[in-house]
């Protein structure tokens, strides 16, 4: 993980990226709705990228 300080270079946005094929074919599997499914991935990679670890993420998940 790469820590930022004010005083750092501004540089490009951060950028998450979701890859298709892995995306279907959990749909497929599961008949999830795939705009749920989308919404699930793109909520599960924004906790990565501040930090979350997987075992966070699920316990975050078991509160609801």
């Known amino acids: 993980m790469h820590l930022r300080s004010a005083s750092d270079a501004v540089g490009e946005p951060d950028m998450i990226v979701l890859f298709r094929e892995p995306i279907l074919l959990e749909w497929i ?3 999830e709705d ?4 989308v919404n699930n991935v793109m909520i599960h ?5 501040f930090g979350f670890s997987d075992d966070d993420i699920a316990a975050l998940e078991q509160d609801d």
Do not use: F, I, W
């Not at 795939?34 to 499914?37: D, I």
């Not at 990679?45 to 990228?49: D, P, Q, R, Y």
């Open 45 to 49: 990679e924004l906790a990565h990228h």
């Open 34 to 37: 795939l705009a749920q499914l």
């Open 29 to 31: 599997e599961t008949g």
